[in-house]
């Protein structure tokens, strides 16, 4: 828990005691903790940005339970669902539906309220709505939100921030910044609000939609402020991520503003730290605004870049796709 919420000092200690745990031969002799113990580690690379590692942890982990050990179904699925969560911050779009669906059809057959909420919050996300199938994104938002289970704050949260996205693919900005508003005032009381990883997403998430709805209004000034002060608390968050978004945010502000070369500098930053982070749909949306702002040949490089991970994942809709992970930039009627 201190790696997590500290990072630095806290997680180089967390890690020398995940390896010499798992040199132990009392570990070594026990599959079940070590399965678990791969889990842990695989939570602290997970909350502290460390994405691509994570993946191969959980991964291992769930081997490990799956060939090893008998009556451990529930916390395969777990694992199975966090690494899920790993795939979407990884962008691998297409391996997300097979997973999430797999899921369902498991929780059918033996119910895991925790572990088919992850499931339905990824497919009313980046699978159907990169398959512009905006109705059954949004039906399995709305069941996620009836039924995922009530203790679990992490689920209020996460499907609270999936459905402003779906409306900001949507185009109804408005209604995005108003769901905001209603949820961010429940999350904010939330004890895991204190996560950094939970605060990073939150400001990440009051920042775009404050842009969506700037890029519309009369008088975009109130809500730029707000977007700004959103990016300042990001940059206060111990994680690359949150630096990341800080950025972002910064960058589309410019933009509206006519801050060309403000958008440019803030731009190629997030750029560089979404490429070193592997976080493939953000990076390309992010490339796509830079490609629009710089023109040119470097500026059909970066658009190249992003459409051709935007067609290897088989979104339908880059333009919606960008509005939803990057909003902003451009003033719209």
């Not at 940005?49 to 008998?70: H, K, M, N, W």
């Not at 990341?244 to 960058?251: E, F, K, N, R, S």
């Not at 410019?254 to 403000?262: H, Q, W």
């Amino acid at each position: 828990m201190r790696a997590l919420m500290e990072g630095g000092d806290a997680d180089a200690a967390a890690t020398a005691i995940f390896d010499s745990l798992e040199a132990s031969a009392d570990i070594q002799a026990s599959p079940y903790v070590l399965g678990m113990l791969a889990q842990y580690r695989a939570g602290a690379h997970h909350m502290l940005c460390r994405f691509e590692p994570a993946l191969v942890s959980y991964e291992r982990g769930i081997a490990i339970l799956r060939d090893q050990c008998t009556g451990v179904m529930d916390e395969i699925a777990q694992m199975d669902a966090h690494r899920m969560m790993v795939l979407l911050y990884l962008g691998r779009i297409g391996e997300l539906g097979d997973v999430a669906f797999r899921l369902l059809r498991e929780c059918a057959e033996r119910p895991n309220p925790y572990v088919e909420g992850f499931a339905r919050g990824v497919l009313g996300n980046h699978v159907y709505l990169a398959q512009d199938q905006v109705d059954a994104a949004h039906e399995q938002l709305e069941l996620y939100r009836r039924h995922a289970p009530k203790r679990f704050e992490a689920h209020f949260f996460n499907c609270a921030s999936k459905q402003t996205e779906l409306l900001r693919y949507r185009g109804e900005v408005e209604a995005a910044w108003q769901q905001n508003q209603v949820d961010s005032a429940i999350v904010e009381k939330f004890p895991f609000f204190r996560v950094p990883f939970v605060k990073a997403e939150f400001y990440r998430s009051r920042a775009a939609n404050a842009l969506a709805l700037a890029a519309r209004s009369r008088d975009p000034a109130p809500l730029l402020k707000i977007a700004r002060a959103a990016a300042k608390q990001s940059f206060r968050v111990p994680l690359p991520m949150s630096d990341a978004y800080g950025h972002l945010t910064l960058a589309s502000a410019a933009a509206l503003e006519g801050g060309r070369d403000v958008a440019v500098s803030e731009l190629r930053r997030t750029v560089a730290i979404f490429e070193r982070l592997a976080m493939a749909s953000d990076l390309a949306a992010c490339r796509r605004r830079l490609a629009v702002l710089l023109g040119g040949d470097e500026g059909r490089a970066q658009q190249k870049l992003a459409d051709d991970w935007m067609a290897e994942q088989h979104v339908l809709r880059p333009d919606r796709f960008t509005d939803m992970i990057a909003p902003g930039f451009d003033r719209q009627p």
